[in-house]
């Protein structure tokens, strides 16, 4: 299952990701908003990310203008990895050394046929462990830290 939210800003987005999942066959859970009414984006991005973190979906997509408030909201939430991309070799490289466990998107700043290229390479594509598991288990000792 994965869990997708948006605001105003990434709503039309949104959207067309979620077409995008139930064409290749594709379960998720839409977290909100659910219109385009302006909104506010840390309770969109925070809904998602405990979806994530709690182990409801595995996985999870946020978007608003830039990426950039839903993504940094999202990272509050313990054992969280959002990762702000807007080309496919970031989306590739957070999966294989960060095990990034949500995809941030800019729906202003990323058209929306690139945007779905990098929504599929981030969910194909699996984390290499090795010496990256130390690497993300380091940023996760920083949260004990707090
Ligand atoms: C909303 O206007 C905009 O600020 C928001 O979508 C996002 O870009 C914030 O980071």
Known sequence: MIAIASDHGGFELKQEIMKHLESKGLEYKDYGTYTTDSCDYPIYGEKAARAVADGECEKGILICGTGI???ISANKVKGI??????????AEYTRL???ANM???????TASGLALKIVDTFLE??????????RVALIHEIEGRE
């Open 81 to 90: 990895r959002a990762a702000l991309c807007g080309d496919c070799y970031s």
């Open 125 to 134: 594509t699996e984390f290499e462990g090795g010496r990256h598991a130390r």
């Open 103 to 109: 995809l941030a998107l800019g729906a202003r700043v």
């Open 69 to 71: 408030g839903i993504s």
């Open 97 to 99: 050394h960060n095990d």
